[in-house]
């Protein structure tokens, strides 16, 4: 059996990974997908919890699962609409909340 | 307190009269100033006519007071918190004889005056003025209460001034109505004090009732206690007595008031006879008589030397004036301060007696100087020729041109010298001998000082005979120094020669006493009451001695002032006659020493009025001027413009500290705001670290 | 009916008049001169109604003692715990404003025929000249204090627009300083208004709202006196007093609220002063600007100097008066206490007026500004008089009030007569003009005479009874030392100084006028005459038969007197 280390550690790194994506990428779509490991990398936490300590873990994980595709269908409209908007989708280019 | 005295007294047939006789002159003057001036003349006959009517009412009124009643009218004038004040008419001998003589020489005055005035301008005016002259005067003279006769004493002095500026279009003459009027005011302003006293004392100011009230009154210590029990300080007594006597100062000229009185000859001739030597100046003498009995020895005293020194003052100013009536004027003050010196020692009587033979000496004098002044007036007028007919450096040997004036002057000035057979040696004998007599009583109480009075009352007897033989032998001797031709120099009009005639007769010794030597022989005296006294702490025993000095020493003092006026006569003789140098030099006399300018300018007492009084009253008037506008005003001007300062700060402040609160805010939250949207810079990649960072600090801190 | 109503129709017929020739048009602009002109008339025929009918009798203090008079309910609030307040419409005259009514109605007629040559926006001119009319009459016989303060304050309006609009060249500065200057005043005798208000009450009112006697049931004096009693004994609730501005009972000491800001039982210290004699003091400054006394008169030579003739003429003639009349009504008579205590100072700023109002006089180059010095020192007499607080020294200051309001009136038009000929009222500019103008000259030494107090006319009466009470006061209440009266009779001299020296100047000597067109002086006209010679008429009558006002005016002044004595004292002597 492996130990629940293992998976934290996984999960962990899946995370930051993802947050790091998120962070450092310009690409708006880049970033979805960040946001799409950090997702999967709790995914596994709950997975690897409840299998070892009982507690009804799955049932969160399909709900991320549902959500995170909900998610991806509503970013990626919002993409295309920024897209459509601003000739791009870099970040850092899409500020007008500034001045 | 003695509010029973006060009530009303019925009219009686001779207060009647004496109410007729004080209307016919006001009527008089009503008629003449209302009438057109096309009736002039007949108005003027028409005011003759009254002044004829009022002289024979108080010649009826005379015969019925002769036997010593006297006639008392009162009403109610107008009522004051529950005093009220009277108004009336009181009759007795002085007064009957004062109006008398008043009425009778205005009557002569009014006569002479429709010849003397016939070409004047003015003719109507000046009649109007005589009659309101004449009725204010024997207003004083009939009132029997002190406000009355206070209030008969302006309109007497309105009247003068009216008089004496009758000539208002010259310079000098308008001056001295103004001069005159004020001089007297500073009297009359005396006078309302005294009056004020009495009244703040005993609430009435009723004569008759006064006298009761002052018997009544009593010294206690320091104060002076009524009835009533109303207590003053017994210096105030005095005050009364000296501010009633400064009324008369003002009004018959005496030291230190009788600066205006030379100045006033500018009126017209009769004017001057009438008003300024006659009668208004002898009210403060009439007024003084009356309110005696209410004086205090102090007071006494003072108006005794103060009549002295003026005596004596007025003769020496007399002495080198130019100008005919000046000499006269100044004549004039010295007699007048005779009579005041008489009231001051205790001899109201004598004082009368003088008033009455200078009345009639004085007048006479006047009018006759009058009828030289219309004589040379005609004569420059007929040749065309130019000089002032006033002064004497142009007369001279006038003796042959008018004889009738030359004689009448002759009489009046040996009355008013006082030569034996002539009025004026009787009334003066009465005033030196009661002098005398007075000083002896005075100096016997230790007041040795007193013999000052008597002294200058001698002097002037000497200074007399000479100022008055300087001005016969200067006017009616030698040769006429005026060049022109020798004829057209005569005697004025028969209505002015028949008035010198009945006013000389008048100077005559013989009028007055059938002993022309002796006065206590005098129909005049004998008719004079002798007050009673009746001022609380005065020694009336002084004055009873001083009586019984001087019956004794009147044959001394007679004698003794026969011997001064021939001195004086035999001096102005040896300096004046017309060969003499000065009399040959007279014309075109110039320079002076400082002796004669100290005669002439009558004592410097002009200069020194105006350095003392005049010019520190004019710089108080223009300090007050400059306080008004440098400090009053401009404090007000100041507070005006400093509010208005005050406004703009006060807007300033608005601007810069209210508006810039509310401004501050509104600057601060929009800076607050900037620096709150400083972290919304739209980097959502940022955002998210902060929020994990953010999240990452929440969970250390809970962990 | 004319009995009781005369009061509001001398007051409100102008004010109507007011408006109707305000709202005149055009055309007929011509006759707003004859409807002032009518009022003024119908004014005079009430006023010889009211001199003939009135009975002379004390009033003063009683309240059913004022003639003409007529009361009715104007304002009443409730204000909770400040209680009720009361103001009435109560009009009425007695001794003490009988002689100042008919003198207003007298000098206001003058004044409309004087502006008979106004051509210049006379519509306007009118309808102010008229609505100072009724402020004045007002003023005169309100005795509510509300009311009294309503004509007082009413009056600054036309003058202000009078002077300003139709005044000389330096009008604005003139019409200003006398507007501020009065305000000030008013604003002083406001505060004590307001005070006086919440201290005193109206006891038949409040006995109505005790329910003592039921509404419009007739109050007798038992239950007035119970209502005084229960309330200084401390036992009426506020909510049940009904505070009231009522002139005649604020002078009465029974009907002062215990404990109240100017009660005199329990004395009130402001600034460690007795509340009372600082409320004496306000009045007194309040009034004191418009007597005017020195040191607050600078707005009189100015307001004088510029104002057209008539408005002068108003201005010396009446408004003056009303200072007086002020003081004798409100100051003394509410304040009895304050009048003895600075009886003294009153006295002395009496003298000094006079004293100095004179001195200025003598260096006035201006005839009209001479003038107007003249009335300040004048009316220096009448607070002498009133401070002496005897019977002589009271009737005397009432009668200088009515003597100068006749004497001054007459040299304003004097000094408008020449103005109107030449535009100059330079003294030095002219000489001689008795040769020029003779009736002219016989009018101005009439006047100047009557003026300096010449016996034989009214001033005289007046300033010897001033002085004869100012003097007496002494021997009867001490209120006054002796040296006022005698500094003050000074100002006799310096009177006859000033006038004299300008007859002198102005109209004796050789004819000469120093200004351009200045040879064309014609003599009096016929309406000159017409105005001066009644008023020289009158100054005789009053100076010959004094009687005429002082028996009008006697009861009322010894009452005064007893009143203000005896209260005062025995306000003085409660701790």
């Not at chain 2, 007050?624 to 005006?640: H, M, N, Q, W, Y």
């Not at chain 3, 000491?253 to 002063?273: E, H, I, K």
């Amino acid at each position: 059996m492996i130990p629940i280390e293992h998976y934290y550690l996984v999960s962990a790194v899946l995370f930051a990974i993802g947050l790091a994506i998120v962070i450092t990428r310009r690409n708006a779509v880049l970033v979805l997908m960040g946001i799409e490991l950090m997702l999967n990398a709790a995914n596994i936490n709950f997975i690897a919890i409840s299998q070892h300590a009982g507690v009804p873990g799955q049932f969160f994980a399909l709900f991320v699962i549902v959500i995170a595709a909900a998610e991806v269908a509503v970013a990626l409209a919002i993409i295309i609409r920024v897209y459509r908007h601003f000739k791009t989708i870099n970040l850092d280019e899409v500020n007008e909340i500034k001045d | 307190m003695a509010a029973d005295l006060l009530t009303p007294l019925p009219c009686s047939n001779i207060t009647l009269l004496a109410l007729i006789a004080l209307m016919l002159p006001l009527l008089s003057f009503l008629l003449n100033s209302g009438a057109v001036a096309r009736y002039a003349w007949q108005a003027s006959i028409a005011a003759c006519f009254f002044m004829v009517l009022s002289s024979l009412i108080s010649m009826i009124i005379l015969v019925h007071v002769w036997n010593g009643t006297t006639f008392h009218t009162r009403m109610t004038w107008f009522v004051l918190g529950e005093t009220g004040h009277t108004i009336g008419l009181f009759i007795d001998n002085p007064g009957a004889l004062m109006i008398f003589l008043v009425t009778f020489i205005s009557l002569l005055v009014h006569l002479y005056s429709t010849q003397y005035m016939k070409d004047d301008p003015g003719y109507q005016r000046y009649f109007a003025f005589l009659g309101l002259f004449t009725f204010s005067m024997m207003g004083i003279l009939l009132a029997d209460n002190l406000l009355v006769i206070f209030v008969f004493w302006e309109l007497v002095g309105f009247s003068s001034y009216l008089l004496i500026g009758h000539w208002y279009h010259q310079a000098p003459a308008a001056r001295a109505a103004k001069k005159a009027f004020i001089v007297n005011r500073i009297g009359d302003v005396g006078f309302i004090l005294g009056i004020a006293v009495l009244w703040a004392q005993f609430r009435t100011l009723d004569l008759e009732t006064l006298k009761e009230a002052m018997s009544s009154s009593s010294i206690q210590g320091e104060s002076w206690v009524t009835s009533a029990g109303i207590a003053l300080d017994t210096r105030w007594l005095t005050f009364m007595g000296l501010g009633i006597f400064m009324g008369a100062v003002g009004k018959s000229a005496q030291f230190p008031l009788q600066v205006w009185l030379p100045d006033a000859m500018e009126g017209p001739t009769p004017v001057s006879a009438l008003i300024h030597a006659a009668t208004m100046v002898a009210a403060g003498v009439f007024l003084m008589c009356r309110v005696v009995v209410l004086l205090d020895m102090d007071a006494l005293s003072v108006i005794a030397v103060t009549g002295g020194l003026t005596a004596f003052m007025g003769a020496i100013a007399a002495l080198t004036q130019h100008d005919i009536k000046k000499v006269l004027a100044y004549s004039t003050i010295s007699q007048l301060g005779y009579m005041l010196m008489g009231v001051g020692i205790g001899a109201p009587g004598a004082a009368l007696f003088h008033l009455f033979t200078h009345a009639f000496f004085k007048a006479a004098l006047f009018l006759a100087a009058g009828s030289v002044i219309y004589a040379l007036h005609q004569y420059a007028h007929r040749h065309q020729l130019a000089f002032d007919a006033q002064d004497m450096r142009n007369m001279g040997g006038l003796r042959a041109k008018l004889p009738v004036t030359f004689i009448v002057y002759l009489v009046a000035t040996l009355a008013l010298v006082g030569v034996p057979m002539f009025s004026g040696f009787l009334s003066k004998d009465a005033l030196l001998s009661a002098s005398f007599g007075w000083s002896e009583a005075m100096a016997s109480e230790g007041h040795r000082w007193t013999y000052i009075v008597p002294v200058f009352a001698f002097t002037t007897v000497v200074l007399t005979a000479i100022y008055m033989g300087r001005q016969v032998l200067l006017v009616f001797f030698g040769e006429l120094r005026i060049k022109g031709p020798a004829d057209g120099l005569k005697e004025s009009s028969h209505m002015i020669k028949f008035v010198l005639v009945v006013l000389g007769l008048f100077s005559l010794g013989i009028v007055w006493s059938l002993d022309p030597f002796d006065y206590h022989a005098s129909w005049f005296l004998t008719l004079m009451p002798i007050p009673a006294s009746s001022v609380p702490g005065l020694e009336v025993f002084v004055l009873d001695t001083a009586r019984a000095n001087a019956l004794d020493s009147h044959t001394v003092v007679g004698l003794i002032s026969i011997v001064l006026v021939l001195l004086g006569f035999g001096f102005s003789w040896f300096k004046y006659r017309p060969r003499a140098s000065y009399a040959l030099g007279y014309q075109g006399r110039a320079g002076f020493s400082f002796l004669e300018q100290l005669s002439f300018k009558n004592w410097y007492l002009d200069p020194l009025y105006r350095r003392l009084i005049v010019n520190p009253l004019m710089s108080f008037s223009r300090a007050a001027s400059r306080t008004e506008k440098a400090i009053i005003d401009k404090f007000i001007d100041v507070t005006g413009v400093g509010s208005v300062i005050f406004a703009h700060i006060v807007g300033w402040f608005d601007r810069a500290f209210v508006d810039g609160f509310v401004n501050f805010s509104v600057f601060f939250a929009g800076k607050v705001g900037v620096l709150a949207k400083s972290f919304q810079y739209g980097k959502i990649q940022n955002y998210i670290i902060l929020a994990v960072l953010s999240t990452i600090l929440i969970i250390l801190l809970i962990l | 009916m004319l009995q009781h109503h005369i009061l509001t129709i001398l007051i409100f017929l102008p004010l109507a008049s007011a408006l109707v020739v305000a709202l005149l048009p055009k055309g007929i602009l011509n006759l707003s001169k004859g409807i002032a002109l009518g009022v003024s008339l119908v004014q005079l025929v009430l006023g010889g109604y009211m001199f003939v009918r009135y009975q002379p009798s004390p009033g003063v203090h009683n309240i059913n003692g004022f003639q003409f008079s007529e009361r009715i309910d104007w304002i009443r609030l409730d204000l909770q715990g400040l209680g009720k307040l009361s103001t009435e419409y109560f009009v009425g005259v007695d001794g003490l404003s009988i002689s100042l009514v008919l003198l207003s109605i007298v000098v206001l007629l003058v004044g409309v025929i004087a502006s008979w040559s106004v051509e210049d926006r006379k519509r306007g001119y009118f309808s102010l000249y008229l609505l100072l009319n009724a402020s004045i009459i007002g003023c005169f016989v309100a005795l509510d204090f509300l009311l009294f303060y309503l004509f007082f304050e009413f009056m600054l309006l036309p003058m202000y627009f009078l002077i300003g609009l139709w005044g000389g060249p330096r009008r604005e500065y003139a019409s200003i300083k006398f507007f501020l200057y009065t305000l000030l005043g008013s604003i002083f005798i406001l505060m004590v208004m307001i005070g006086l208000y919440a201290s005193v009450i109206h006891p038949e009112a409040t006995a109505v709202e005790m329910g003592l006697v039921g509404a419009g049931e007739f109050v007798t004096g038992e239950i007035i006196a119970e209502v005084q009693r229960l309330l200084q004994a401390g036992e009426i609730p506020a909510d049940q007093m009904v505070k009231t501005f009522n002139l005649v009972y604020m002078a009465d000491p029974a009907n002062l609220v215990p404990g109240s800001f100017l009660d005199n039982d329990a004395v009130r210290m402001v600034m460690n002063y007795p509340a009372r004699f600082l409320a004496f003091l306000c009045l007194f400054v309040g009034f004191a600007i418009k007597v005017p006394a020195v040191p607050v008169h600078t707005w009189l030579p100015d307001a004088h100097v510029e104002a057209p003739t008539p408005i002068s003429v108003i201005l010396a003639g009446i408004l003056l008066k009303i200072g007086g009349y002020g003081l004798l009504r409100t100051a003394y008579l509410i304040f009895p206490d304050g009048a003895l205590h600075y009886a003294w100072w009153i006295g002395l700023v009496g003298v000094i007026s006079i004293i100095y109002g004179a001195l200025n006089a003598l260096s006035s180059q201006d005839l009209k500004r001479l003038i107007a010095y003249s009335s300040i020192s004048h009316m220096g007499f009448v607070l002498l008089g009133l401070a002496s607080l005897t019977a002589e020294g009271v009737s005397g200051a009432i009668y200088q009030m009515v003597s100068h309001g006749l004497i001054s009136t007459a040299l304003f038009l004097i000094a408008g007569v020449l103005y109107d000929r030449t535009h100059d009222r330079m003294i030095e500019n002219y000489s001689g003009l008795a040769a020029q103008m003779p009736q002219y000259t016989v009018m101005v030494v009439i006047f100047f005479f009557a003026s300096m107090g010449l016996p034989g006319f009214s001033g005289f009466i007046a300033e010897i009874l001033v002085l004869l009470g100012a003097f007496g006061a002494s021997t009867i209440n001490g209120l006054l030392p002796k040296w006022m009266a005698i500094i003050a009779a000074l100002g006799l001299i310096l009177s006859a100084a000033y006038y004299l020296w300008t007859i002198q100047r102005m109209f004796f000597g050789k004819l000469h006028v120093k200004i351009q067109h200045g040879n064309n002086l014609p003599d009096l006209g016929k309406r000159e005459i017409l105005m001066l010679i009644p008023l020289a008429v009158l100054t005789l009558l009053l100076g010959i038969i004094p009687s005429t006002v002082l028996d009008l005016v006697n009861d009322s002044v010894t009452t005064f007197v007893d009143v203000i004595l005896s209260t005062g004292m025995k306000n003085l002597q409660t701790p």
